[in-house]
């Protein structure tokens, strides 16, 4: 049985498959193809929806792991789709590289992060799918490909988003930058202040997010900087006491506590609140990018129109105190420039994104609907690796290029080598 990360998602494939090469990857396709099977890749499960399952054959991302290629000069490095973001991250900083923006985790597989457009926060730096130079592919002919801006254009538009629809995708080109430090300046803030000043803090900094624990005012604002450096990063301990021990074990402890007794959400989210502290540190830029998930949730993240950003909250908190809902986890808002990939989230816009959680052996779909029907008012676009309940007639109103995309998979996947129950639901038959 495969499973992914949060234990919602699970599948018992037919036949498991480990490639340790494009050539491998196409004959497994060519193989599936000759059994009628449908195939799938999959990463390192840290999507919440069914994304990666199939009962047919399952194409598991170890053996696709290395790095073929660094172009320091120009910035370019290839690596194979199984790489973690943190291994390639490593990689980079020995070669004085580094990626422009990332998300807040970095166990993802390459291929997988880019597949389920996951993204950042960014005033001009957007989202991973925007960093990809090139692609290679399998296609469900059994063929290998590659494109990019310059070579198959529409396939890399289409593809680097793909939700791995329109083929495997083996091995990712990136358009780094040179190395730099960032400085996170993290700061408690009150709700009203947070909505008062979201231009002045979205436009005054590279990179700004903030969090929001439910049933309070209280807001943990976080502002990133690039810093000439030398690094200052928290001292060890303080590392441990605020990343470790208080963001994964108390609040682990205290989700189960209210996973169990719900009654306790609400003074417990109050005291979190009032705990917040403040703190200035400055490391390599993925070390503050990225941060340590070990309290396992279910996810439910929606774009929006940017301007829609401060009434669409104040709407989520209505809902929230109109209803007997008790939210133990606090809402995420992020930032993101237009991107040009097909079914980015941000395509053609600029985004904001608000991402709720529920711990993961708790109910979500009361407080994900009543959500969900919010941000759908404002035309919102659902993440693709988080839960949602959107289809093909909901998406293609949402999505400029969405009928496009569906035109360049039936040419290229006709049989629907590469489809699941997921796919189907979001693109149709």
């Known amino acids: 049985m495969w499973r992914n990360w949060a234990g919602n998602q699970s599948a018992t494939p037919r036949r498991v498959v480990t490639p340790r090469s494009a050539d491998e990857v196409a004959a497994a396709v060519t193989a599936a193809a000759g ?24 194409l598991r991302p170890e053996g696709l792991t290395g790095l073929r290629a660094v172009d320091a000069e120009r910035g370019l490095v290839t690596a194979e789709a199984g790489m973690t973001l943190k291994t390639f991250n490593e990689h980079l900083a020995r070669e004085g590289l580094a990626l422009a923006n990332m998300g807040d985790i970095q166990e993802q597989t390459l ?5 389920t457009a996951t993204h950042g926060t960014g005033r001009e730096a957007a989202g991973l799918v925007s960093q990809v130079a090139g692609l290679e592919m399998v296609l469900a002919d059994g063929s290998t490909v590659t494109c990019s801006r310059a070579d198959r254009p529409e396939l890399f538009d289409a593809a680097r988003a793909g939700l791995g629809a329109l083929g495997v995708v083996t091995a990712v080109t990136w358009h780094t930058v040179p190395a730099f430090v960032l400085q996170a300046r993290e700061e408690p803030m009150r709700w009203e202040e947070v909505l008062t000043h979201l231009d002045e803090l979205a436009d005054g900094n590279e990179h700004f997010e903030f969090y929001w624990w439910p049933h309070t005012d209280g807001c943990l604002t976080k ?36 996973s169990l007794l719900p009654v306790t959400i609400k003074p417990i989210n109050g005291v979190s609140a009032r ?36 009434g669409a909250l104040r709407e989520v908190r209505s809902v929230i105190e109109r209803s007997d809902l008790r939210i133990g986890f606090p809402i995420e808002v992020r930032l993101l420039p237009a991107e040009d990939a097909w079914l980015s989230m941000a395509y053609g816009r600029q985004s904001a994104f608000i991402a709720i959680h529920v711990f993961h052996s708790s109910a979500h779909e009361e407080y994900f609907q009543a959500i969900e029907e919010v941000l759908t008012s404002l035309g919102g676009r659902p993440h693709w690796g988080k839960l949602h309940t959107r289809d093909a007639s909901y998406l293609e109103g949402v999505y400029p290029r969405f009928g496009d995309f569906l035109a360049l998979r039936d040419r290229i996947d006709p049989s629907r080598r590469f489809a699941n129950a997921y796919t189907t639901r979001i693109f149709g038959k």
């Open 35 to 58: 059994d009628d099977l449908t195939v799938r890749m999959a990463g390192t499960g840290h999507s919440f929806t069914g994304a990666a399952l199939t009962e047919d054959v399952l």
């Open 111 to 115: 291929a997988g992060a880019i597949q």
């Open 275 to 310: 705990a917040l502290g403040a703190r200035t540190y400055s490391d390599r830029s993925d070390r503050v990018f990225t941060s340590p998930r070990r309290v396992r949730f279910k996810e439910q993240e929606y774009a929006i129109p940017r301007e829609e950003l401060a």
């Open 223 to 258: 502002r990133n900087n690039r810093v000439p450096g030398p690094a200052e990063p928290l001292p060890a301990f303080r590392h441990w006491l605020d990343d470790e021990f208080l963001s994964n074990s108390v609040f682990g402890l205290t989700n189960r506590i209210g």
